[in-house]
């Protein structure tokens, strides 16, 4: 059996690729905090993400290692939380470095996640691999997220970095908050609703991590998105269709930057502002999407 590593197991995208591993016959080691929702799906070992341990000894022979290590960026944005968003994915990153210079045998190949939001957030640009990088924090976590990747990677390893969207599971992620506003009627578009949602099926998620995990060709920095990304106006409109909601309230700005951090606790720049990525590479490289269009995404989750 092939032997991959998952840091940052416990979230959303691990446990998911975790469980698609399975099914593909990997051993599948878990590495975080907790195993909470990891029951069954491979060997868990603890960490900090700060200090090496046993865990390091897990990591030997193995055939890659995905490293998904990153505090939610579903936050208030205090300077608190902004300090531990970007110190959660450089730290975690270099410590892994560390651990690979102690092993005799390393793992074949370094998945690396890291997010489309480096290209900010220009309304009418639809951004590629080769677009240049936006301004804020979004993209200035992500460069030093990515360079602590390339200081960290050991020579002769094969690198793939994953830039990735909006990932659409219905158990896990932002789509069921989103799927809850709808239900309350609240399912308009936000502010103009031009704003660009580049997004991804979970499943599609778990087939380019496949494919970066087994195709040696695969290298470099990869968006992992659809080749389809939309609007919010028309993402919110599918959203209602596939939940069979007639019809939803608009967030007007004002009232989106007043109810975001007090109701949902969260940073309302995630719904005023958005981004179109589009995946070039992996279109040039010929990956097939299972569900390119978001109306068919939201059928499949939703049927």
């Known amino acids: 059996m ?6 940052g197991a416990s979230g959303f995208i691990g446990s998911n690729l975790a469980k698609f591993l399975n099914k593909q ?10 195993s909470s929702g990891l029951e069954g799906l491979g060997k868990f070992c603890q960490w900090d993400a700060q200090n090496l341990g046993p865990w390091v000894k897990e990591l030997e022979g193995a055939d890659a290692l995905v490293n998904l290590v990153g505090r939610s960026v579903d936050c208030i944005k205090s300077a608190e939380n ?3 968003i970007l110190r959660s ?5 270099e410590l892994i470095g560390k651990a690979l210079k102690k092993l005799r045998t390393p793992p074949k190949t370094w998945i690396q996640m890291s997010t489309a939001h480096i290209y900010g957030d220009p309304e009418d640009i639809v951004c590629t691999e080769d677009s240049p990088y936006g301004y804020g924090l979004a993209p200035f976590v992500g460069q030093a997220w990515e360079q602590a990747f390339h200081d960290s990677v050991l020579e002769g390893m094969r690198k793939v970095v994953l830039r990735t969207s909006f990932v659409l599971g219905k158990n896990g992620g932002a789509l069921p908050r989103l799927a809850k506003i709808v239900k309350w009627g609240l399912g308009g578009k936000v502010s103009h609703g031009r704003q660009g949602i580049s997004w991804l099926h979970e499943d599609d ?6 494919r970066a995990i087994e195709d040696d060709a695969m290298q470099g920095t990869y968006i992992a998105s659809s080749p389809e990304p939309v609007s919010n106006a028309e993402f919110m409109r599918e959203l209602r269709k596939a939940l069979r909601v007639p019809f939803g309230l608009p967030g007007m700005s004002p009232l989106v930057k007043l109810a975001a951090p007090l109701i949902m606790k969260t940073d309302p720049e995630l719904a005023l502002y958005g981004r179109y990525c589009r995946p070039q590479k992996l279109l040039n490289e010929g990956f097939e999407f299972n569900c390119p269009k978001l109306k068919q995404a939201l059928v499949n989750l939703y049927d």
């Open 82 to 84: 902004c300090d531990a």
């Open 89 to 93: 994915r450089v730290q975690s990153t």
């Open 25 to 34: 016959n990997y051993k599948v080691i878990l590495i975080s905090r907790h």
């Open 205 to 210: 998620m778990n087939r380019i991590f496949l």
């Open 2 to 7: 092939k032997k991959v590593i998952i840091f």
